[in-house]
């Protein structure tokens, strides 16, 4: 079944580790995205992708980075990470042009 | 640049009932798609509906519908009947060729 995953969906981790947020997605889709949320705000854009070795950075300045070397992997790292970038993160696919955007069910991070 | 308003941070609507949520965009484009977001706590985000700009028929999918004002760049979702399981966070969401832009979201409480 054509999805979009990511891992882990729940995070707990102390000040300084370097983590990353996976997400992949089995739809075939060019282009894919990195949202920040915080509970019951606004999505904020901080990483998008429009294929292999393509990537740009959103809206929302973010210490993170990503890489695209594959069509369905989308992984988001964090070298340090700070209570700061406590937050959800949100992954999403999209064909090229207007379509809409399918979500992945999040990674809630919480750093310590 | 795009921007997106939701005017109405929360609305609640009891349960049976009809509720519109207000959405108004700014852009000086004329191809783009608009479309709407239901965010169900601690779920997955899912797309509600959309809609072609080229298109003057609003769209419809079941229960809800829009109201696609080109001119006065206007997007409204209707829910009719309301049911529990549409109390979410709603986002109205505008696509570029380049992007989506969200809006600040609106909370939805359905009151049995």
């Known amino acids: ?112 | 640049a795009q921007t997106v308003t939701q005017s109405q941070p929360e609305m609640s609507v009891q349960e049976a009932e009809t509720v519109t949520l207000s959405c108004t965009y700014d852009t000086s484009e004329s191809d783009y798609y608009l479309f709407w977001y239901k965010q169900p706590p601690s779920r997955q985000m899912i797309l509600v509906i959309r809609q072609e700009a080229y298109k003057q028929q609003n769209a419809t999918e079941n229960r809800f519908s829009v109201n696609f004002q080109k001119a006065a760049k206007s997007f409204s979702l209707k829910i009719s009947d309301s049911q529990l399981g549409d109390a979410a966070m709603y986002f109205c969401a505008y696509s570029s060729a380049r992007q989506l832009t969200f809006g600040s979201g609106t909370q939805l409480t359905v009151l049995p």
């Open chain 1, 1 to 112: 079944e054509a999805d979009i995953y990511q891992t882990p969906r729940y995070l707990v981790i102390g000040t300084g580790k370097k983590i990353t947020l996976e997400c992949s997605q089995t739809m075939g889709h060019d282009k894919m995205y990195w949202y920040q949320q915080d509970p019951g705000m606004e999505l904020h854009l901080i990483h998008y992708s429009y294929g292999v070795n393509s990537t740009e950075k959103g809206d929302l300045s973010s210490e993170s980075t990503v890489s695209r070397i594959r069509t369905e992997h989308f992984p988001l790292t964090l070298e340090s990470a700070r209570p700061s970038h406590t937050s959800q993160y949100l992954c999403a696919s999209s064909e090229l042009g207007y379509n809409e955007q399918f979500f992945g069910p999040g990674t809630r991070l919480t750093v310590l």
